[in-house]
């Protein structure tokens, strides 16, 4: 991943905002694999590799002038959209991850009710990359997105010391439910639609933000 971050995340070239994020969080998360903190590491192993597997693969799609998944092409297509924010095309990508790839992604290595504890805990190397997210997009593209990502992450701004904000907790949440909703058959057809509704509610959400100024 730092080799793509060095080649894409250039002041001119907005698809290397993602990589930045991506890039800060996978530092974080080998060494705490390698930690021992997690009751199943394999498991959290495997989580590392589907996520980086799913974004490369449809990054690759998007750069051949393939068909890249539905989340993908449209957040890649903000990429080369002059007129808009790096911080609302980053934000794109990341909601695109957390909120379509990763329930895929936790489905795809058949994770269960007690893979939960290492799931929040793999979570949290996000909330831990913040200040480096931050600090690398602000040095790469001129944006300082310290005060969302300090609200959505880390709470600070809403005075909660102890847990990261209620925002980002539904969203893993949303993330491992939806997981659970796609490994049963009862119930994959209507967590498929959520997830989209999910998916396309948050960009509208995003599209407000950027008119009001605030990514």
């Given amino acids: 991943m730092s080799d793509l971050r060095s080649e894409l995340s250039k002041a001119n070239n907005y698809l290397g905002t993602f990589p930045i994020a991506f890039d800060n969080i996978l530092e974080l998360v080998g060494p705490s694999i390698e930690s021992g903190i997690y009751e199943h590491p394999e498991w959290a192993s495997d989580l590392a590799v589907e996520v980086v597997r799913l974004y490369v693969g449809n990054l690759h799609e998007y750069v051949i002038g393939g068909k890249p998944q539905a989340q993908w092409a449209q957040a890649f297509a903000l990429t080369t959209a002059c007129d808009r924010s790096p911080g609302r095309v980053l934000l794109g990508q990341i ?121």
């Fill in 95 to 215: 909601l695109a991850h957390l909120l379509v790839d990763f329930p895929y992604a936790l489905e795809n290595i058949d994770t269960t009710v007690g893979h939960t504890r290492d799931f929040y805990t793999f979570g949290g190397a996000l909330v831990d990359a913040t200040p480096a997210i931050v600090k690398d997009v602000k040095r790469t593209y001129g944006v300082d997105l310290g005060p969302l990502f300090t609200a959505w992450f880390v709470g600070d701004l809403i005075g909660d010391s102890q847990a990261t904000t209620l925002l980002f907790q539904s969203t893993r949440t949303a993330a491992l439910v939806n997981s659970f909703g796609l490994q049963n058959p009862a119930t994959r057809g209507v967590t498929v639609a959520g997830i989209n509704a999910l998916f396309q509610t948050s960009n509208v959400a995003l599209d407000v933000m950027e008119k009001l100024g605030q990514i």
